[in-house]
């Protein structure tokens, strides 16, 4: 029998190989996108759930950003709960689904279509449902994923807004600048140990606090809900700017928190919410592009693509910590892939 | 000195007075919102922090089902952080402050006009510099609030919001059901028994889900902040359709579950979770148009309107566990009412 985590491990191990790959289709995806930039949409919405919706936090950023309109995220409740019709005539409309066959997603995503916007799927799956609704796709190439917690799609889909960005508008980065992320990616994935010290850290404690803002919210986002799901942790992902403002309070219980930071425009906040965190009790754990953080990520990642690398530390604390525990990150108590299966 | 949590309770029992000034304001509110609808927005975006975000949320649902336009919630580090500029040419810009003097929120508001938005402030303070920078303001006038936790100004909010609605479009609600809110909301806040014994269930739980669905979702995000601030306790809101499809599996740890329904549309849907629960070891916390609810809110209250009185057993819930706990809602340790005036 494999060991705990096993599979996890293999998947997150294939994300180097995954995410060069995708790069390597930078000239396919231009070629497919940049179509849909023109004229430019007066808005974006997405459309995902679960950690796909961890995803589109980032490509809510980041498109945002470099197409200068509006991101939406859709509530799927709107329209399969209250039938919500919604006119969005010239506007660009991006589902996420690692099967691309999510009921909800798709009814979603077909919906906004007949209202008018120029969809894109973000899938594994080119023949899916999603990609059947879509004027273009994406397709991500991870490859069967077979341990409950995604790991290699959401790296993809975060690779895949970074490319969309590339052919839609000029991006914050120079294309080396993706090239070398696989082997930042590569680099984590060796070094598995820190990981398992921050996991001792964590140790027992009913609750986390995930922290990130700007970029670094969707791995906020996304780390809180690989410890739900594989170590059984009430983690919660916060903006650092709203946790500052009265959830902080909660700290009085000494719950440990997760700090992560890119080095880039929100490091000075981080570093202040980081001080007031050390005026109360929980243990704080670091991710940051600094050797002596606790989960420390490589320098001179340009912040609008450092999501890509921290990921994977996020992932890594998940795992260790599952394992800390007495647990199988691969199969969670109580979860199946099927219902995983967005 | 006052007992433990008088003046939250004291601005709590201002509400049914609140709404009532608010909606005697409707055709004033009409004149002055409705000329902001034609033509017809392209898109809506909202601007706030803290419960005013929460607030926020159900206006994301209210407004997109109605206007039938996507509704996108502002992120203000893209503004604050990275410097964004965002064309919305005839969009409507919404920004919620309770003082309306928060320097993030007025910064990120006027970017959002400047950038071709018409802007509506929804704020006590009718003078504030919010107020200023819009072409139409809905004063909610709820006073000053002196306790820590928002209570009056969130209801006033939501109430904002339904007033927008019906100046701007059609809604699924007469004018009557609206006006027969402020009575249920001082039946509630007559009724504080329930809210206690639903503490003493909570007990000295480290953490709690809170979760609800379409507009109570809202609800749900208010009801875990409250919990945050004033009893310190790590409570998270999440939708019960994301919540289903993994972070189910922290229950494993026996966290007690707030399930708020609204009999509508939703309802099936919360019920089936509630069996998901009921299987899984956690005390379970039913807010609910039902009297055998540990929560009960009054039947026949059309579900788009129903987060309105639905929140105040929140709120209750909020205060009474802070009490339970030796803890004095009005002023959380670590807290301050500057650090809350958004």
Redesign the interface.
Known sequence: MAPPGAQMLAEMSQQPRVLESLVARRGEIRDAIAPLGDPPP??I?LVA???S?NAAIYG??LL??VL???????????FT??G?????DG?LAIGLSQSGRTP?IVDVFERLVAGGARGVAITNDAASPLAQAAAACVALGAGEELAVPATKTFLAQLAAFALMAEALAEVPWSPADLDALSAHVRALIDDPEPAAHAAAVVGDA??L?ALG??FQ?SVALEAA?KL???A???A?GM?S??F??????????A?PALSISDG???AGGMAELERDLEE?AGPLIRLAPDPRAELPIPAGVPEALAPIVSVVRAQQLARETAIARGLDPDT????SKV??T?
Chains 1, 2 share one sequence.
């Open positions: 007066p808005g919405v759930r679960g950690s919706d809510r950023y945002e950003l200068r309109r509006p991101v939406a995220l859709a509530a799927p409740s709107l709960l209250y919500a019709r919604v006119a969005c506007w909800e009913p609750g606090v803002r700007g919210f809900l739900k799901e594989t059984l942790l009430l919660e903006s700017a709203d500052r403002h009265g959830p902080i309070a909660v700290m009085q219980h719950f880039g425009a929100a109360r969670p108590p109580g979860l219902t995983m967005r």
